[in-house]
């Protein structure tokens, strides 16, 4: 007789009917979730707007970029550091400054449980230098390089390209004032640019000057827009009384018409800052990079002193994306406390490097495929096969497995598709005896072997395979 089960309170006949009633209560409770008062719930299960999940088949193309930094790294000498994601609000107030977007409109700010006012990272520049001044690291001998990857978070209004996390990876380098060092830095970039494949790039380098000779600049700037103001639009007649460099980083059309005559930078530096651009640009010329002069180029954040640059790249209807910025921060160690350090970095969009390679359509870097695949029968033939696994797996050999599934049949189909050169099987006889058959998919033939030559069976049949490809 079919048993009898009381289920959400009403009697259900028979163990399918059960099957049945949890899969459609499911489903109803699926349903709750997406539509009615649950709205909590549903957003449980998306990523926050501007946040994003980089899934495993678009990982080979980030591995082929962390691959490239960890090798300009290592090539130019930098040591890596890795600094915390949430640091005191305050220090990002300090540095990359108010009247700034980044601090005025992008910063996730939040205070903790204890009670203090904190901040997502927006950018690396400030955690690093603070991790400079508190580890004391202007003992070490000079320059000191490091290098950092990971995510930042802006609150920005998110598109492609643009998203409220997305990774950096920064070089930065301390205690040098010499030019060949902005010089080596744009070189460095361009590097790492060149091993991924990028065309269609240019440097844009700019200087602002040191903060006193800044100053003679912004007086004379923003006479000359206030006498237009009412042509900015709302946020840069803002600016023009918080930061009147800003508005040259305008994206609306009027603002960067009213800029177009703007004066600039250049042209108000002091003798120490227009010969440190004078050297860089010589500097430049001798590398042969691309690179072009944008006296619009101020950058978004407060710190930095004479050199500017961006580097940027164009799609086919000429719209310009900057994959990376930076330049020298000459009085930022000071300003924090520190003893004044001359430093000089940047830091690179991998988000957008990545949307770059793939639209020109650059090749992601190609996982190593295993080559060989081990199979098993049978309960005791399945127990001894993980042992045999990390056996070989120690030895060097890259080795696929369907441990999951029982029938041999399945697993060798799966070998199969994996294209394997070897397959080793463990029947029910071969775990009695210790052995195992290694069978060379590419001539047909088999051999039953020991553990103990099990290494060297598959490392042959492998070399082969190898000698014959040559
Ligand atoms: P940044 O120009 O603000 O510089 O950011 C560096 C790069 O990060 C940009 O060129 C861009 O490629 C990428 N990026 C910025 N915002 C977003 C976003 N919302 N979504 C996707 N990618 C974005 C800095 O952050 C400086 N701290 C760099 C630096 C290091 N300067 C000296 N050392």
Redesign the pocket.
């Known amino acids: 007789m079919a048993q009898k089960k009381v289920v959400a309170g009403k009697v259900s006949h028979g163990a399918k009917k059960t099957g049945e009633k949890k899969e459609n209560d499911k489903k109803a409770a699926a349903k709750k979730i997406s539509t009615s008062s649950a709205n909590q719930e549903e957003m449980l299960l998306q990523a926050l707007r501007?946040m994003r999940d980089i899934l495993p088949d678009e990982q080979p193309y980030w591995e082929r970029v962390r691959r490239a930094l960890a090798h300009a790294s290592q090539e130019y000498g930098f040591r890596r550091i890795d600094l915390p994601t949430v640091e005191y609000a305050h220090l990002y107030l300090r540095t990359v400054g108010v009247g700034t977007d980044?601090v005025d409109k992008e910063l996730y700010l939040f205070n903790t449980r204890g009670g203090d006012r904190v901040a997502l990272r927006?950018?690396?520049?400030?955690g690093?230098c603070r991790a400079y001044i508190e580890h004391g690291m202007g003992v070490l001998s000079k320059p000191i390089k490091l290098f950092s990857i990971g995510p930042?978070f802006?609150y920005?209004r998110p598109q492609e390209?643009?998203?409220?996390e997305?990774w950096?990876a920064?070089?930065?380098i301390f205690g040098e004032n010499d030019p060949i060092l902005d010089a080596q830095t744009i070189q460095l970039a361009y590097r790492v640019i060149q091993q991924l494949g990028l065309k269609s790039i240019e440097f844009q380098v700019n200087s602002i000057g040191t903060p006193e000779s800044r100053r003679e600049y912004e007086k004379a700037l923003t006479r000359y827009l206030e006498a237009q103001k009412n042509k900015l639009c709302q946020n840069c007649r803002e600016r023009l009384v918080k930061n009147p460099m800003r508005i040259l980083d305008c994206k609306e059309d009027k603002c960067i018409q009213l800029t177009a005559h703007a004066p600039q930078s250049l042209d108000y530096l002091d003798l120490e800052s227009r010969d440190h651009f004078k050297h860089l640009l010589e500097y430049l010329d001798e590398l042969e990079l691309p690179y072009v002069i944008n006296t619009r180029l101020v950058?978004?954040?407060d710190y930095?002193t004479k050199t500017v640059f961006?580097?940027i790249s164009s799609d086919s209807e000429g719209k310009k994306?900057?994959?990376?910025?930076?330049?020298r921060?000459d009085r930022l160690i000071e300003s924090l406390g520190g003893e004044a350090t001359p430093?000089?970095?940047?830091?690179?969009?991998l988000?957008?490097?990545v949307l770059e390679m793939k639209r020109i359509l650059v090749k992601p870097y190609q996982e190593p495929r295993p080559r060989v695949f081990l199979a098993q029968l049978g309960d005791m033939a399945k127990k001894k096969s993980l042992k045999l696994f990390s056996e070989l797996e120690k030895n060097g050999i890259l080795i696929a497995e369907s441990f999951g599934r029982g029938s041999l049949k399945s697993q060798l189909r799966v070998a199969n598709r994996l294209g394997v050169e070897v397959t080793i099987i463990i029947g029910q006889k071969e775990a009695l005896d210790d052995t195992a058959i290694v069978k060379d998919m590419v001539s047909g033939t088999q051999e039953t072997v020991t553990h103990e030559r099990l290494v060297d069976a598959a490392k042959k049949i492998l070399k082969t395979n190898q000698d014959l490809k040559v």
């Open positions: 501007g980044i927006p950018e690396m520049t400030a690093l930042v802006r920005d390209g643009r998203y409220r997305h950096q920064n070089f930065d950058r978004g954040l930095y961006e580097i994306y900057a994959l990376g910025g930076g330049g921060y430093a000089i970095g940047f830091g690179l969009g988000d957008r490097i």
